[in-house]
């Protein structure tokens, strides 16, 4: 790494903190976080103290504080550690009911203005969300982990993927979308930590695993790439015990009529992003697919599942989830798991029915 004896270059910091050259320039230039020395009162020399600023910035912004706040936070310094308790006194405290136990902190509020600080199309999103998309843009690899991580383990999979990941993604896709191939890695580095993040809270097959039961496939339709979906549905269902056979992208039509007649699933889950790609006779074919004996023979419930499959002429019986959190109570309740109750009110969530 670069270094004088003025302190370090411009682009030596941006690699250390993982952000572009631009976004240092930027922030010096609109918030006045820049360097302490210039050599020849031109080139920016960055000091530990500066360095140390940048580090705060961008643990606030990832954190969703707008940037300009960021700024002004970062530039006091961050907020001292709360002093330590009173040492105990001699005369013994009075005697006093035991509290109850705290409530789960409440998910922030919306932010009401559109936009997400760097020109992404989020409109009106969790405060999370906003901070997944700055570090996404910026490239910030460490910061788009630590809030994929803070998310999760705060609120859930189900909230983390409807309210944070799955809006960025999107947004990210749209900017994509109307920007001539710009952002492209962007979106192929939010991916990659999406999908990192849903495996890490899927975790290791539970100890209370059914292994006897029969499993749910998983699988995108013939032409469709997108994953991330079906890799939170899988998270999901680890988190239940639920056996699963995840079967990925594009996966044809052969592969998936043997792999149901090989296993025997409770269920299929058949995912298509866009209309281009969703496939009504592929779900008729899948859901005549029956295994066992002449008069007894079983056959899976079919979830047509994503955006695609909206309006689509589809076979009678077949059921579609309209989000992760019914899919997951959906197939709880098909797998006979009392997991499967909607969260927080104990009843089967309501399904789309085609």
């Avoid at 013939?222 to 639920?242: C, I, K, N, S, V």
Wanted: glycine letters at 12%.
């Amino acid at each position: 790494m670069t270094q004088s004896a003025h302190g370090l270059t411009t682009g030596a910091v941006a690699r250390r903190l993982g952000v572009a050259p631009t976004t240092l320039r930027t922030w010096d230039r609109r918030y006045g976080i820049g360097p302490a020395a210039r050599t020849d009162g031109r080139h920016r020399r960055w000091t530990p103290g500066d360095i140390a600023v940048l580090q705060e910035m961008c643990r606030l912004t990832s954190s969703g504080i707008p940037p300009a706040e960021a700024a002004r936070a970062a530039l006091v310094g961050p907020a001292p550690a709360p002093a330590a308790p009173p040492a105990p006194s001699a005369r013994p405290a009075p005697a006093v009911a035991a509290a109850p136990p705290a409530e789960p902190e409440p998910l922030p509020r919306p932010a009401r203005r559109p936009g997400s600080g760097n020109g992404l199309p989020l409109g009106a999103v969790r405060q999370e969300c906003r901070g997944l998309g700055r570090a996404a843009v910026r490239l910030d690899a460490r910061a788009v982990d630590e809030v994929l991580g803070s998310v999760i383990a705060q609120y859930g999979l189900v909230t983390a993927w409807e309210e944070v990941m799955a809006p960025t993604l999107h947004a990210v896709g749209r900017k994509w979308e109307t920007s001539g191939d710009r952002y492209v890695e962007v979106e192929h580095l939010l991916s990659w930590h999406v999908s990192s993040a849903l495996r890490r809270a899927a975790g290791p097959p539970a100890p209370g695993a059914r292994t006897d039961a029969p499993p749910i496939l998983l699988a995108c339709v013939p032409g469709e790439q997108h994953t991330l979906a079906l890799e939170a549905l899988a998270a999901g269902l680890a988190g239940l015990a639920l056996p699963t056979l995840m079967f990925g992208a594009a996966v044809p039509p052969e592969a998936l009529d043997q792999a149901v007649r090989r296993t025997g699933p409770a269920a299929v889950v058949l995912w298509s992003q866009a209309r281009s790609t969703a496939n009504p006779p592929l779900a008729r074919h899948i859901s005549e697919v029956g295994w066992g004996v002449r008069g007894a023979r079983a056959r899976p419930a079919v979830l047509p599942a994503g955006p695609g499959w909206a309006g689509q002429p589809l076979p009678p019986g077949t059921l579609r989830p309209r989000g992760l959190r019914e899919a997951l109570a959906l197939l709880g309740g098909l797998c006979g798991t009392a997991a499967g109750a909607d969260a927080g009110t104990g009843r089967p969530a309501a399904v789309d029915q085609s």
